[in-house]
């Protein structure tokens, strides 16, 4: 149960409502007893086992805004900011399952036939089905227009040929939405790009090694090839060339649950330090006694406190369905930053002990870096915005 406290303290985030809360504490006990214990070991392993997946969703946290008639309950987004807050606090590596529960799902959900979202949403709400979205390609920069992958209609099929790189939950998934070119003569070319939906058990699909990183190592991320495989022409996701289009479509609500993570992982981050120098000594007495470490912690807390006012604005405009994709990329690139520089400064008043592996915030200080590519590099964004101020 939700203490009036709690609510009270929570309310002051204007979408949020008392069953918004009473849904965060649900997840909250469910990740405490399902996730939190074995987090450390799903590091050592390299990934979350897929009967984590199903027991997410047979609580019913998966795609809560999804239509009662798949499967949900037709919640508002405000459900997806809390699945994707309590997650990021236990860790990064939980990201993929928002991604699969607020990317990829809502591709299908806006542009799927019926039978595509009868075929593919209620096992996305059961956890069933893990997903992912694949989009960039090897030697392929943030231009999306380079894309090389081909999808050549024929006999009643499309022969796919190319390959993917960086694919969140790719090593897993049992589907993917994977943007190809079917018209290679369109001009301007970006109008010759389509999305397909390819299972797992397609003709012609492979997937390479997973990938190793610097930060996030332990999150399900590969490379995916296609060799001549064979998808059905009902596999067309909307209409041929259409796809460019609902990429930027869905580009505001992806963007914007990226600086929502970012900013959970500053507040954990926060959190950590707060505790470890309560406790922590120097030249006998409390680091938190200290001046420096004092105003350290009050410059944090500062722009924590103005990251989510700009967020929480956002989402609200979000859920009245504004476009407001300059001010979400301003959100994601500005706050995936801050989010860096508040790692260091916690790094710092953790001294050596910030360094040891099996330390949260030297798990965050690797995994939080990674976080400016996503959707984009920083520059890439930047450019977005600068066009979208007419610069």
């Known amino acids: 149960m939700v203490s009036t406290m709690a609510i009270n303290k929570d309310f002051s985030r204007s979408f949020l409502t008392e069953e918004h809360l009473l849904f965060k504490q649900s997840i909250h006990e469910f990740l405490a007893k399902e996730a939190v214990p074995f987090y ?42 809390v699945l994707a807050e309590e997650l990021e606090m236990v860790g990064s590596m939980l990201g993929g399952i928002s991604i699969h529960s607020d990317v990829v799902a809502p591709y299908i959900a806006s542009f799927g036939t019926i039978d595509q979202k009868q075929r593919y949403l209620p096992k996305f709400i059961t956890g069933e089905m893990i997903s992912a979205f694949a989009l960039t390609e090897p030697g392929m920069g943030s231009e999306l227009a380079d894309i090389q992958t081909t999808a050549i209609k024929k006999d009643g099929h499309y022969i796919v040929n190319g390959a993917k790189t960086f694919v969140t939950n790719g090593f897993k998934a049992d589907f993917m939405i994977v943007a190809c070119k079917t018209d290679l003569n369109a001009v301007p070319s970006q109008d010759g790009i389509s999305l397909l939906l390819i299972d797992k058990d397609t003709p012609g699909f492979s997937r390479g090694r997973k990938l190793g990183k610097a930060g996030q190592g332990s999150s399900d991320t590969a490379e995916l090839f296609f060799d001549d495989a064979l998808v059905p022409v009902g596999s067309l996701l909307g209409e041929e060339g259409k796809g460019l289009s609902y990429i930027m479509q869905n580009l ?40 420096n470490a004092q105003c350290t912690i009050a410059e944090i807390a500062t722009d924590i406190h103005l990251g989510r006012t700009f967020v929480d604005g956002l989402i609200c405009k979000h859920m009245t369905g504004e476009n407001i994709i300059t001010e979400v990329s301003m959100a994601k690139y500005w706050i995936t930053e801050m ?8 790094m710092q008043l953790h001294d050596g002990y910030g360094n040891m592996g099996d330390y949260k915030i030297a798990r965050r200080h690797r995994d939080i870096p990674l976080t400016t590519f996503f959707t984009g590099t920083d520059e890439t964004v930047k450019l977005l915005i600068a066009k979208n101020i007419g610069f």
Request: hydrophobic letters at 35%; proline letters at 2%; charged letters at 30%.
């Open 40 to 81: 450390d070991q799903w590091e050592k392993e390299g990934g979350i086992p897929c009967s984590f997946w199903k027991k997410i969703g047979d609580h019913g946290f998966l795609c809560p805004w999804l239509d009662v008639e798949f499967g949900g309950i037709g919640a508002d987004f405000g459900y997806s900011v």
């Open 252 to 291: 505001q609500q992806e963007k914007l649950m990226c600086a929502i993570g970012s900013l959970m992982t500053a507040k954990d981050m926060l959190h950590l330090t707060m505790n470890f120098i309560k406790e922590r000594k120097a030249f006998e007495k409390k680091i938190s006694k200290f001046k």
């Open 339 to 346: 989010s860096k520089r508040i790692s260091d400064k916690c």
